[in-house]
């Protein structure tokens, strides 16, 4: 038999957070800190609408672009939280999981060879998502020095004639750096100078915790060259739903509801109705939600002070990223022996690019119970090193 | 939000955390923390600290029932003296003035239905304002105080996820 398997897929290391996975599963009594999602329940009376439109049989597809309510409730959205205005027909459509539409976004704007520029550490996908599209990524290491910020400079020694994509991961997981609007103001000119794009994953835009978030699409002469990436799952806690969306120039949005409409067809139908409500009347769930993120985190904050542990404070999403330098172990070795030695599972730092390596990640999507059992077990740990 | 709402909507889901803990999990300084929380008893703001029990889950009897009470407001108090009369006997745990159609929502806890009858039968129905009652039994407790009692969480994420 020939070899049933493309080259290309073949030559892509699988997730580094799968590997670790596999090992925590066998671990019996483990307490984890790595899950990736909200620990809240999807807020009822958006799952209450979800039901209500199976009952009323809204069992078909929609329209490829999906919902038009829904794409009006993002550009409304978009509008208010952002002051930019996206043409709901023509510029926004919806996506399933933000994830399709980093997928999407890459498919449609890159030749083969073409660079993509992609900061880490980072969430898993940006670069075998770019290797699938047969495009180049180079990647830009984030450094705690700049709290894991992307600065201007660091683009533009990784530009070359053939760049043309800048991913642009924030808020970020794993280190759940943020940037500011002084930050993005220096990215953008360097993208307006260069002829770049920008795929911007705001996925975590509304867990910001130093004030509200900012969006690159809000800087002058962004809008017209920036795929802006959202989702319901981490502000509604509505990960399962698997519900995305992206807003550009039409230009683009044709090419990527192309891809869309032949791969996927449309986004899940009682998702989007349970979209339509989380975007109405979702804005208390999001701030409870938010709050209680944001007192875990300085919760975990004062502990790894107070246990000796070194960590830059983020002000986004819903993980801390402590280095572990001092201890003179890889961040393989140290989550590994962690699991093993007081079955805390935490993720390495290198799980989300290499120059994770001497950090590891710790969500705080747990409830505080949770964090504090969690806590004495990483202290005990310490203090035998 | 100010410190002083953020504490309230802490504490009142959890009101056994420490002043330290409290200025912690707030961002701010621990002697702001506890300054306010003495502003906030003194003022009557906080009334008070209590445990939520489930008694349903252990051998101890107890009987709550919600008693609708109609009762003619007396000239120059309103409605404020019957519900003083009514609130100061122990086994009353709330009393309530509603918009609709009664006056007082009483509820009482009793150690069986016969001494909650009695209560009705021989101190509330005789008081000369009231002019009717209605009581209803509380047969199960799904939801109290914005808890759940009859379900625990359960985490059924996935162990690791990206």
């Given at each position: 038999?020939?070899?049933?398997?493309?080259?290309?897929?073949?030559?892509?290391?699988?997730?580094?957070?799968?590997?670790?996975?596999?090992?925590?599963?066998?671990?019996?009594?483990?307490?984890?800190?790595?899950?990736?999602?909200?620990?809240?329940?999807?807020?009822?009376?958006?799952?209450?609408?979800?039901?209500?439109?199976?009952?009323?049989?809204?069992?078909?597809?929609?329209?490829?672009?999906?919902?038009?309510?829904?794409?009006?409730?993002?550009?409304?959205?978009?509008?208010?939280?952002?002051?930019?205005?996206?043409?709901?027909?023509?510029?926004?459509?919806?996506?399933?999981?933000?994830?399709?539409?980093?997928?999407?976004?890459?498919?449609?704007?890159?030749?083969?060879?073409?660079?993509?520029?992609?900061?880490?550490?980072?969430?898993?996908?940006?670069?075998?998502?770019?290797?699938?599209?047969?495009?180049?990524?180079?990647?830009?290491?984030?450094?705690?020095?700049?709290?894991?910020?992307?600065?201007?400079?660091?683009?533009?020694?990784?530009?070359?004639?053939?760049?043309?994509?800048?991913?642009?991961?924030?808020?970020?997981?794993?280190?759940?750096?943020?940037?500011?609007?002084?930050?993005?103001?220096?990215?953008?000119?360097?993208?307006?100078?260069?002829?770049?794009?920008?795929?911007?994953?705001?996925?975590?835009?509304?867990?910001?915790?130093?004030?509200?978030?900012?969006?690159?699409?809000?800087?002058?002469?962004?809008?017209?060259?920036?795929?802006?990436?959202?989702?319901?799952?981490?502000?509604?806690?509505?990960?399962?739903?698997?519900?995305?969306?992206?807003?550009?120039?039409?230009?683009?949005?044709?090419?990527?509801?192309?891809?869309?409409?032949?791969?996927?067809?449309?986004?899940?139908?009682?998702?989007?109705?349970?979209?339509?409500?989380?975007?109405?009347?979702?804005?208390?769930?999001?701030?409870?939600?938010?709050?209680?993120?944001?007192?875990?985190?300085?919760?975990?904050?004062?502990?790894?002070?107070?246990?000796?542990?070194?960590?830059?404070?983020?002000?986004?999403?819903?993980?801390?990223?402590?280095?572990?330098?001092?201890?003179?172990?890889?961040?393989?070795?140290?989550?590994?022996?962690?699991?093993?030695?007081?079955?805390?599972?935490?993720?390495?730092?290198?799980?989300?690019?290499?120059?994770?390596?001497?950090?590891?990640?710790?969500?705080?999507?747990?409830?505080?119970?949770?964090?504090?059992?969690?806590?004495?077990?990483?202290?005990?740990?310490?203090?035998?090193? | 939000m100010s410190t002083r709402e953020e504490i309230l909507k802490?504490?009142?889901?959890?009101?056994?955390?420490?002043?330290?803990?409290?200025?912690?999990?707030l961002?701010a300084?621990?002697?702001e923390?506890?300054?306010e929380?003495?502003?906030?008893?003194?003022?009557?703001?906080?009334?008070?600290?209590?445990?939520?029990?489930?008694?349903?889950?252990?051998?101890?009897?107890?009987?709550?029932?919600?008693?609708?009470?109609?009762?003619?407001?007396?000239?120059?108090?309103?409605?404020?003296?019957?519900?003083?009369?009514?609130?100061?006997?122990?086994?009353?745990?709330?009393?309530?003035?509603?918009?609709?159609?009664?006056?007082?929502?009483?509820?009482?806890?009793?150690?069986?239905?016969?001494?909650?009858?009695?209560?009705?039968?021989?101190?509330?129905?005789?008081?000369?304002?009231?002019?009717?009652?209605?009581?209803?039994?509380?047969?199960?407790?799904?939801?109290?105080?914005?808890?759940?009692?009859?379900?625990?969480?359960?985490?059924?994420?996935?162990?690791?996820?990206?």
């Amino acid at each position: 038999m020939r070899n049933p398997i493309g080259k290309k897929v073949v030559d892509i290391k699988p997730s580094g957070i799968r590997k670790f996975f596999d090992i925590v599963q066998e671990t019996e009594g483990a307490i984890s800190l790595g899950v990736g999602e909200p620990d809240f329940d999807t807020p009822w009376h958006i799952r209450d609408e979800g039901i209500y439109s199976l009952e009323k049989g809204r069992t078909f597809y929609t329209s490829n672009s999906g919902l038009k309510e829904l794409r009006q409730e993002i550009s409304n959205y978009i509008k208010r939280t952002q002051n930019v205005e996206y043409d709901p027909l023509k510029e926004i459509f919806v996506t399933v999981g933000g994830s399709e539409a980093i997928d999407l976004a890459l498919r449609a704007m890159v030749d083969a060879g073409d660079e993509v520029l992609i900061p880490q550490p980072s969430y898993v996908s940006y670069e075998p998502c770019a290797i699938l599209a047969d495009a180049v990524p180079v990647t830009i290491e984030l450094k705690e020095e700049n709290q894991f910020r992307l600065t201007a400079e660091e683009v533009l020694e990784k530009v070359t004639d053939k760049t043309k994509i800048l991913v642009l991961p924030f808020p970020n997981n794993p280190t759940g750096a943020v940037m500011t609007k002084e930050d993005l103001e220096a990215i953008a000119k360097v993208v307006i100078e260069k002829d770049l794009f920008v795929i911007s994953d705001e996925i975590y835009g509304e867990l910001t915790y130093s004030g509200e978030h900012v969006s690159i699409v809000s800087i002058p002469g962004m809008k017209e060259r920036t795929i802006l990436i959202n989702g319901f799952s981490k502000a509604y806690a509505m990960t399962g739903w698997r519900l995305g969306y992206a807003c550009g120039p039409e230009i683009i949005m044709k090419q990527m509801i192309k891809i869309h409409q032949f791969a996927i067809m449309c986004a899940p139908t009682t998702s989007q109705y349970a979209a339509v409500e989380a975007l109405r009347n979702g804005d208390d769930d999001v701030k409870m939600m938010r709050e209680q993120y944001n007192q875990r985190r300085r919760y975990l904050l004062n502990e790894f002070e107070r246990i000796g542990l070194t960590c830059f404070e983020p002000f986004g999403a819903f993980y801390v990223f402590p280095s572990i330098k001092k201890f003179g172990m890889s961040s393989d070795e140290f989550c590994t022996r962690l699991l093993k030695e007081e079955k805390l599972a935490v993720v390495p730092g290198t799980a989300f690019g290499d120059c994770g390596e001497g950090y590891i990640r710790i969500s705080y999507a747990y409830s505080l119970d949770n964090l504090k059992a969690a806590m004495e077990r990483l202290e005990r740990f310490i203090s035998k090193l | 939000m100010s410190t002083r709402e953020e504490i309230l909507k802490t504490i009142e889901k959890n009101s056994r955390i420490d002043v330290h803990e409290l200025s912690v999990l707030l961002g701010a300084e621990e002697i702001e923390v506890a300054n306010e929380l003495k502003a906030l008893e003194e003022e009557g703001v906080i009334c008070g600290y209590h445990t939520m029990i489930d008694w349903s889950k252990t051998s101890i009897e107890k009987v709550n029932a919600l008693i609708e009470v109609k009762v003619t407001p007396t000239r120059g108090l309103g409605f404020d003296s019957i519900a003083e009369r009514i609130y100061k006997y122990p086994e009353v745990t709330s009393v309530y003035l509603m918009s609709g159609g009664f006056d007082l929502m009483v509820i009482l806890e009793g150690k069986s239905l016969q001494e909650v009858a009695g209560f009705v039968n021989n101190k509330l129905a005789t008081l000369d304002t009231v002019l009717s009652t209605a009581t209803h039994f509380i047969l199960k407790k799904y939801k109290d105080h914005g808890t759940i009692l009859t379900k625990k969480y359960e985490d059924t994420r996935e162990i690791i996820t990206p």
